[in-house]
């Protein structure tokens, strides 16, 4: 069968990477086609190995197309207009798939994105080709008329916690099933830890630009990180490993995290991880004894690998998936809003060391089951 996969932001976010490479572990083998936004960060980090990637967009309209592209532009024909011209191929490179997945897990949660995956949906129903929203997360504010529509054409939507679920079924919707985020799947490699990392009695931490431009008062996230850092090397005797998750040039870990490593290098127990391969960055996080964590592939590399697990939250993703590991989300997420003295991670933090021996029982216990939840025939057939 072939199957696309399509609403792929690209590799170099490597929770995009790893729902890529979970779907596929679990849908066994089939003739897998990544339709991607950004083709070449899936070559560099190893997908075409496992699918053929073909680039999502077209490009520009050139010459006379881009005179009237650019006429309508000035118009004010807005976002749509945009994306059809630049998705305007897109119909003849998904000729001959028997079934798609819209993998963004995420998507739904940010405005433009759904205005813009929308015309993509609209073009798979236009050929009969069955699509599945795939493991998905979505404020309810976000279930305007519009987007219920569109939710309408998938054959089946699979939501990864239930605060979506009940949010999805309350909004009258029909076509959808509860699944827990197939990347709990990932496989982790071994890898060869840096100089100064300590297996087992590390301090991972990833911060994004993305949790820094939700924050309420300017400056408080690396204030937090500061505070979370500063209590680590004066009180215990762990060392910080600082994991960045995504590089987009606009969205990229990397930036906060070396100010952070610039500051406490000296220390000789705060180590810089390298951008690898989701599965490589797992194996890194598997080694650490805690996590904080505002990207939530990375807490969910965390999650699946037994770590204790703190999630600097924004939407209804973290507090759901964490709800419906734990029973709760309180002292698993901290949302970013409640970020404003600086204290905020080191308390929330020095909670988590508290109850260390509580959350490994709990993961001893419950972890298994929560990850045989995801569910091979979940497709009812279809593959």
């Known amino acids: 069968m072939r199957v696309g996969l399509y609403a792929h932001g690209g590799s170099g976010n490597h929770g995009c990477e790893a729902l ?5 572990r679990l849908l066994g083998e089939q003739d897998y086609t990544i339709l991607s ?4 960060d899936d070559i560099k980090f190893g997908l ?8 999502s967009q077209s490009g520009m309209p050139k010459g006379v197309g881009y005179l009237a592209y650019a006429v309508n532009m000035k118009l004010g024909r807005g976002d749509k207009y945009f994306w059809r011209k630049r998705y305007r191929g897109f119909g003849e490179k998904i000729d001959g798939l028997d079934l798609a997945l819209s993998i963004g897990g995420d998507n739904y949660c940010y405005h433009g994105f759904f205005e813009r995956f929308s015309i993509l949906n609209k073009v798979f129903v236009k050929k009969h080709i069955p699509i599945v929203l795939w493991g998905c997360s979505i404020d309810e504010d976000r279930l305007s008329r519009e987007v219920i529509e569109d939710l309408r054409l998938f054959t089946q939507i699979v939501a990864r916690e239930t605060i979506t679920f009940d949010a999805l079924k ?22 060869t830890l840096p ?3 300590l297996p087992g009695n590390m301090v991972g931490l990833n911060i994004s630009p993305l949790i820094i431009r939700h924050e309420i008062v300017p400056g408080s996230v690396m204030r937090a990180c500061k505070g979370l850092i500063d209590y680590v090397l004066d009180k215990t005797d ?13 969205n990229d870990d990397r930036e906060p995290l070396s100010h952070l490593f610039k500051e406490y290098s000296s220390s000789g127990r705060v180590v810089m991880i390298k951008d690898a391969d989701v599965s490589s960055l797992k194996g890194v996080i598997s080694q650490c004894r805690f996590m904080l964590a505002s990207r939530t ?10 770590v204790p697990t703190l999630v600097i ?19 698993y997420v901290l949302p970013v809003e409640d970020i404003k003295e600086g204290h905020e991670l080191r308390d929330a933090f020095e909670w988590m060391v508290r109850h260390e021996p509580e959350i490994r029982s709990y993961y001893d216990s419950h972890l298994e089951d929560y990850i045989n939840g995801i569910d091979k025939g979940i497709l009812n057939g279809r593959l």
Request: no cysteine.
């Open 48 to 55: 075409d190995a496992l699918a053929h990637i073909v680039p």
């Open 170 to 191: 309350k909004a009258g919707l029909d076509n959808v099933r509860l699944m827990p985020d197939v990347a709990f799947l990932l496989e982790a490699k071994d890898v």
């Open 297 to 306: 592939h990375a807490s969910i590399s965390a999650y699946s690998s037994g």
């Open 313 to 331: 939250g924004y939407s209804v993703k973290s507090r759901g998936i964490a709800k419906d590991l734990f029973g709760s989300s309180d002292n």
């Open 37 to 40: 936004e950004r083709p070449e």
């Open 20 to 24: 890529a490479r979970s779907s596929m």
């Open 238 to 250: 762990m060392g910080v490993a600082l994991i960045p998750h995504v590089n987009w040039p606009d």
């Open 195 to 197: 100089e100064g990392f």
